[in-house]
């Protein structure tokens, strides 16, 4: 009973952060259509293809994480695989898929700010996570919280399991969510060909 209770909470925390991050993307997304780089030609072509570059990483290193993690978050302590280099790789690579997607405006500037963005959106829901996780695994999660690192992973101490149960379920859960940042790219393709027949408005170009 109290594990139910833990994953209803837990669920509800991560529910609300899914309709913050809704609103804010909606928000962002109308404000970039009227925003453009000041590269043309090859350069905003590569900070295009970077981008794509991030989106893959970041949807892998979702997929990465999941394997470990698989629904288990409030259950049990995993301290192996991403989760022994970083306590949120979940956050970390959805943070890296966001700066993709802000590379598809073909500016630097949007990407950084869609990472850290991200990162400080995250970053209020992991302090809220941290505190429910202290008081659900006790002793041994304030050692995870003394000996790995909140958010940038530190490769020097990572450590991996003998074995894993994999639920196949979250798997395909989090690749089909993962494909949403890839739907930025035609978005953007859009928005730069109404920009470029005069449709939309530039109001700003950012390097």
């Known amino acids: 009973m109290a594990e139910?209770?833990?994953?209803?909470?837990?669920?509800?925390?991560?529910?609300v952060r899914r309709l913050a991050l809704f609103a804010v993307l909606i928000v962002t997304f109308?404000?970039?259509?009227?925003?453009?780089s000041i590269y043309d030609g090859e350069p905003?072509?590569?900070?295009e293809a970077t981008g794509i570059g991030l989106i893959i990483a970041g949807i892998t290193g979702r997929l990465w994480s999941?394997?470990?993690?698989?629904?288990?978050?409030?259950?049990?302590?995993?301290?192996?695989?991403?989760?022994?280099?970083?306590?949120n790789p979940l956050y970390v690579f959805s943070a890296v898929a966001a700066a993709g997607v802000g590379a598809q405006t073909g500016t630097l500037t949007i990407a950084l700010l869609f990472f850290f963005g991200c990162w400080l959106a995250f970053h209020i829901l992991i302090l809220k996570e941290e505190q429910f996780l202290a008081s659900t695994?006790?002793?041994a999660?304030?050692?995870y919280l003394a000996s790995v690192p909140r958010f940038l992973p530190n490769p020097f101490i990572y450590k991996d399991e003998k074995e894993l149960t994999i639920v196949p379920r979250r798997l395909y859960t989090?690749?089909?969510?993962g494909l949403v940042f890839f739907a930025a790219v035609p978005l953007?393709?859009?928005i730069d060909y109404l920009q470029r027949t005069d449709t939309l408005p530039v109001l700003l170009r950012l390097p």
């Open 4 to 15: 139910e209770f833990s994953k209803a909470k837990l669920a509800r925390i991560q529910s």
């Open 30 to 36: 109308t404000a970039l259509a009227f925003i453009s």
């Open 44 to 47: 905003h072509e590569i900070i």
């Open 66 to 87: 999941t394997l470990y993690i698989g629904g288990r978050k409030a259950a049990m302590l995993v301290q192996s695989g991403p989760y022994s280099i970083t306590r």
């Open 137 to 139: 695994l006790g002793q």
């Open 141 to 143: 999660y304030q050692d």
């Open 174 to 177: 989090t690749l089909m969510d």
């Open 188 to 190: 953007f393709e859009v």
